[in-house]
């Protein structure tokens, strides 16, 4: 947990100091009582791993006029008390002159283990809260964790392994299927107007995502190499391709078999895009 804390902020970059988040933490609770002006908002938790294209994914949610998001906003979550301090993030990151809008969802994408706890999951199901549970296979993910984020073979597969038994676990966790969608970085990039129509069915989206979007204000300014795919504006399938092998055999088979175990607990405990065709067909 230490590590991953540690690589959290370093990656981050931004993490505001103990008096600027105290400051902003006042100022995001004043503007999540603006949220208590309209109909409660139900809230969509996109819970991922680094380097697994949940960037990509979040803004393509971001862009539905129906969700008010753009990624990951670093907040804990201890209670489902929190989520109005979501509300109140994302109204003045997007929308810091104006009363809340028609919006249903708010987002946020988690993808560190620290933020939240496995046993939480159930409290918030309970408090108009889906999920989403986005993975990426293990050669991609850990080839980009080490040359994108510069994180050492041993590390970035400790990391990698630890982020989806917890992933595994926050899907035990869910009273039902029917409040979380799962789907992998493949499906996304390879198959993805089928993957967002299922996703928008999934969500009762009145208009379907779409794989063009706008980069959205917060992270229109962040142009470093991990952000280079998301500034294309479109999702590109050709740009999803593995790098090169960098892996040790021994470190690939432990992380492959780790990605299995969390591929086939997801699948089973959410809704997929699978499972919707299955419907339509019945």
């Known amino acids: 947990m230490a590590m991953q804390t540690k690589v959290r902020k370093q990656l981050a970059g931004m993490v505001p100091d103990g008096a600027r988040q105290g400051a902003l933490t006042l100022l995001f609770h004043a503007y999540g009582r603006l949220a208590d002006t309209r109909s409660p908002y139900d809230y969509l938790f996109l819970l991922s791993h680094m380097r697994a294209g949940s960037s990509l994914l979040a803004m393509l949610l971001g862009n539905s006029d129906e969700i008010c998001g753009y990624g990951e906003t670093m907040l804990p979550y201890r209670s489902a008390a929190d989520l109005k301090l979501l509300a109140g993030n994302n109204l003045f990151r997007l929308q810091p002159f104006s009363l809340p809008g028609p919006e249903r969802y708010m987002l946020d994408k988690l993808v560190h283990d620290d933020l939240l706890a496995p046993e939480l999951l159930a409290e918030l199901a309970e408090n108009r809260v889906r999920f989403i549970f986005l993975i990426r296979e293990p050669l991609g993910t850990i080839n980009s964790m080490m040359t994108m984020v510069s994180l050492d073979e041993m590390i ?127």
Not at 171 to 193: M, N, V
Request: hydrophobic residues 35%.
């Open 156 to 282: 970035a597969t400790s990391l990698y392994i630890k982020r989806l038994e917890t992933l595994a676990q926050y899907g035990r966790a869910l009273p039902d299927s029917s409040r979380a969608f799962f789907l992998s970085y493949d499906e996304l990039t390879k198959r993805t107007d089928s993957t967002l129509a299922a996703l928008s069915e999934f969500l009762d989206l009145q208009t379907p995502l779409r794989s063009q979007y706008e980069v959205l204000r917060p992270m229109q300014e962040r142009r470093s190499a991990h952000y280079a795919r998301l500034h294309l504006g479109r999702v590109d399938g050709e740009a999803s391709a593995s790098a090169p092998a960098q892996l040790s055999e021994r470190e690939l088979h432990i992380a492959v078999e780790a990605y299995q175990r969390c591929r086939d607990a997801l699948a089973a405990l959410c809704e997929t895009a699978g499972k919707g065709d299955q419907r339509s067909v019945a």
